[in-house]
Structure formats: C-alpha cells, structure tokens
Nanobody, 124 residues
Framework: QVQLVESGGGLVQAGGSLRLSCAAS????????MGWFRQAPGKEREFVAA????????YYADSVKGRFTISRDAAKKTVALQMNSLKPADTAVYYC?????????????????WGQGTQVTVSS
C-alpha cells in the first residue's frame, strides 16, 4: 500500500509559480507511476500530469504543457509538480495519485491511491 501526502499549495498571483510536493510512504514506491490531478469547484477531476515508475516517460494535459513540470525522486519517495506562469484557470484542489499501471496513465480510474489534496488559488 501507498499513502500520499501533498504539500506546497497556496495563494499566488497570476504569472507566479508554485511547487507542489507529494510524499509517499511504503517500500514499493519505485514500482508506482505517479500522477497529478486537479478539481475546481463544480467541475470534474481532471488530469494534469503523470510520470512513469522510472521517470522516463511524462505526460501533460494540453492546458499545462510548457508551464508545468512533473518529476520524481525515488530516494526521497517524492513526486513534485513545478507550476510556472500560473493562471486563474489553474485554481483548484490538486491531488497526487499512484498506480501500478505501466507507463504514465492519464485516467483517474487507473489510479489506486490518492492523497487528500492541496489547494492552489491563483488571483488575477
């Protein structure tokens, strides 16, 4: 099993940056692909970014491509989401998730473990 705890959310002005971090517990962290999803009020949870277990493959939603970067540190059992050039449309609760699926899945249903979420608010 994997337990996930996100941190790093907050309030930032448009154009600013935030770095989210997800700390994982469990001895098999290296086996899991990791993803970031977000959910804005009144909207469905949507895919943001994913990284394969090896870190060799990454995928991004079109809306964040070129602005967000996902990375992982196997030794520290963490996955990070660097968010630059933030927009008000990026405001949401951001969730970290883990899966044993191969590759870097983009579907929320393919993830088995979820964190509690961290709020990101971007002001205009």
């Amino acid at each position: 099993q994997v337990q996930l705890v996100e941190s790093g959310g907050g309030l930032v002005q448009a154009g600013g940056s935030l770095r989210l971090s997800c700390a994982a517990s469990g001895r098999t962290f290296r086996s899991y692909a990791m993803g970031w999803f977000r959910q804005a009020p009144g909207k469905e949870r949507e895919f943001v970014a994913a990284i394969s277990w090896s870190g060799g493959s990454t995928y991004y939603a079109d809306s964040v491509k070129g602005r967000f970067t996902i990375s992982r540190d196997a030794a520290k059992k963490t996955v990070a989401l660097q968010m630059n050039s933030l927009k008000p449309a990026d405001t949401a609760v951001y969730y970290c998730a883990a899966t044993l699926y191969l590759g870097a899945p983009m579907g929320a249903g393919e993830y088995d473990y979820w964190g509690q979420g961290t709020q990101v608010t971007v002001s205009s």
